[in-house]
């Protein structure tokens, strides 16, 4: 996943990586929820990582509407 959204070999920081390994996170911490239900610590870590990855898109979208696609596109997000 994180090798279809680098922008090169040695990219490991940049929006786009870091949008992809907040999903993944979030989709650990939802399958985690589907044993543990009254894990309620780990809903406040899945809150915070919806809403750093809601930010992170958000930024992206306003300045590069064309990584802003690929990544919607790469990570089946949205529209």
Do not use: C, P, W
Not at 30 to 59: C, M, P, Q, T, W
């Amino acid at each position: 996943m994180i090798k279809s959204l680098q922008i090169s070999s040695n990219d490991v920081g940049s929006t786009a990586i870091q949008i992809g390994l907040l999903s993944k996170k979030i989709e650990n911490l939802s399958e985690h929820f589907k044993k543990f239900k009254k894990d309620k610590h780990s809903i406040v870590g899945l809150n915070k990582s919806v809403n750093k990855r809601k930010k992170l898109l958000a930024y992206l979208k306003r300045k590069d509407v064309t990584s802003y696609n690929k990544v919607i596109k790469e990570l089946n997000l949205r529209k």
